[in-house]
């Protein structure tokens, strides 16, 4: 039988992740993750480029923003043609222009921002958001929580939504980063938030 996984050790690791004394200053920690991903480039070129599902995400994304930019296309006869175009969707696999015109169908027959106070909507190709510094005590680090939409209520309360494609589940832990984030962004207001899927209309509970 041939031999397991075993983990490995050897000077070389433990000097990429640990400086000699006196060395400190030229040390990175980081070194060893760069290295590593530097033999493996194509592999990881190829992670950086959408999948699928996050690129029908991303134009969902961007469909619900050009119709809240130009509210006058969800009436208009050739208002999903014009969105389409905007997405250049023509330029898509077949399978990525037939589900986002079926978002982009959903949103018309229910536009759920019309009307509503936005705060901030994505356009989904904003790339890296910058942190939100948390503070705990003598405890601090970055929080990163990019946000689809947020508004705020007629009551005052800022609610944060995200939005879901295909059999995407809603994740309540999502939502509680999120919550975290609006207590620092807006602490004199309550907040909520909650999802909601772009092809299947079903909403989240508050």
């Known amino acids: 039988m041939g031999q397991g996984w075993l983990p490995s050790a050897s000077y070389n690791l433990w000097s ?5 004394v006196g060395q400190e200053f030229w040390f990175c920690d980081m070194k060893r993750g760069f290295n590593k991903v530097r033999h493996k480039e ?3 070129k190829a992670l950086l480029e959408d999948n ?6 991303k134009l969902a994304q961007g469909g619900v923003y050009e119709f809240y930019q130009n509210p006058q296309l969800l009436s208009q006869s050739e208002g999903v043609e014009k969105v389409a175009a ?5 330029q898509e696999p077949d399978e990525v222009q037939e589900r986002i015109i079926g978002i982009l169908n959903n949103y018309c027959k229910e536009p759920i921002l019309v009307d509503k106070q936005i705060i901030q909507l994505s356009k ?3 790339g ?17 929580a990019p946000t689809d939409c947020t508004f705020k209520q007629t009551d005052g309360t800022i609610h944060i939504l995200d939005f879901k494609t295909g059999k995407s589940d809603f994740d309540r832990r999502q939502a509680y980063v999120y919550l ?16 909601y899927n772009l092809e299947t209309c079903l909403a989240s509970d508050i």
């Open 124 to 126: 989904g190709d904003e």
């Open 16 to 20: 990429l992740s640990d400086s000699r």
């Open 52 to 57: 699928k599902h996050q690129r029908i995400g």
């Open 128 to 144: 890296f958001p910058s942190p939100i510094i948390i503070e705990e005590g003598n405890y601090s680090f970055n929080l990163y």
């Open 42 to 44: 194509p592999q990881v």
């Open 180 to 195: 975290l984030a609006a207590s620092y962004l807006y602490p004199q207001q309550p907040s909520v938030a909650s999802f």
């Open 86 to 90: 905007i997405l250049k969707l023509n």
